[in-house]
């Protein structure tokens, strides 16, 4: 009862935070990051280390303002998303701006698609833009939360406009009602392996990280068409989508190329825009054994 009454107050809470306008929430968005970045140093240690592998070349004084960049996306993102409580149909198409012609990509073929991602900001707005334009069933999977009451809301607000969510941690039952019709189904697959003995190793910005096997093996048995998508920010509160089309024929590849094609990939739009990605995840948290050279990439002729 008293959990329940809890989550009511908060529910409530969040609720009002989300009736205010956009200006307002990135005006306390930016006292938030003051907070976050400059008093509490959330991740901030996870941050800088990530950006030092990544981009030796830069500065301290470089490094610092990109991880200043991240930090303001990362607390509008979270903003932004208390937001979607509230938010309707016509709040999304202004957050939410692409060319009509990157969903001709997903029309034309009789085949499933898998959209390979990563974790850009904002993802919470382009999956609610994404959904409202797709006109085949969408598929999103995604790490549950751990906390049940924020667990429930995420699943509320991405599902609203038709989104079915898959959770990772128990992909094969969900997904088997959706196995024999088609579907697009989008996979955020830079996140650190459960297991990284049963990972590719592959050289990421130049030192040893795993990826996940499922994404590409699925693509092969599956038979999918594979498109890599980016999503990032146009402006405050503005974002837009991004795809490219790989294969309609993934078994064709070599075992490992449509990942380390995805690897590619990922690195150029980071590049791109390095203060887009969450830095505040560990890329490189498992470190590499000897034991994993036969799950090392880097071997294939490429």
Do not use: C
Request: aromatic fraction near 14%; glycine fraction near 6%; charged fraction near 25%.
């Amino acid at each position: 009862m008293k959990v329940q009454l809890t989550n009511r107050l908060l529910y409530g809470l969040l609720y009002l935070v989300s009736l205010l306008p956009l200006w307002a929430l990135h005006g306390l968005s930016d006292f938030v990051t003051f907070v976050v970045y400059r008093i509490i140093g959330y991740r901030k240690e996870v941050v800088l280390s990530n950006l030092a592998i990544a981009f030796p070349e830069k500065s301290d004084a470089e490094r610092s303002k990109i991880a200043k960049a991240f930090y303001t996306n990362f607390t509008d993102s979270m903003l932004e998303s208390i937001k979607l409580i509230s938010a309707g149909g016509r709040l999304i198409d202004k957050m939410f701006v692409t060319d009509p012609k990157v969903f001709e990509l997903f029309s034309g073929t009789e085949k499933n698609i898998q959209i390979h991602a990563l974790h850009n900001f904002n993802w919470e707005i382009v999956n609610q833009g994404v959904s409202r334009e797709m006109k085949l069933p969408f598929l999103g999977v995604y790490q549950p939360i751990i906390n049940p009451f924020f667990e429930q809301l995420f699943k509320e607000i991405r599902s609203r406009f038709g989104t079915v969510l898959i959770p990772a941690n128990d992909f094969k039952n969900n997904f088997l009602p959706h196995q024999d019709k088609q579907y697009v189904i989008a996979l955020v697959a830079d996140q650190n392996p459960g297991n990284p003995a049963k990972a590719w190793w592959v050289n990421f910005f130049g030192k040893p990280a795993p990826f996940v096997m499922g994404p590409e093996k699925a693509a092969r048995m599956r038979d999918t068409v594979v498109v890599f998508g980016n999503f990032y920010k146009l402006r405050r509160g503005v974002y837009t989508f991004t795809v490219e089309k790989i294969t309609d024929d993934p078994a064709s590849l070599q075992p490992g190329e449509l990942t380390l094609r995805y690897i590619k990939y990922i690195e150029d739009r980071i590049r791109e825009r390095p203060d887009n990605y969450l830095w505040s995840h560990r890329r490189w948290k498992h470190p590499y054994k000897p034991e994993y050279a036969g799950l090392a990439l880097e071997t294939l002729n490429l």
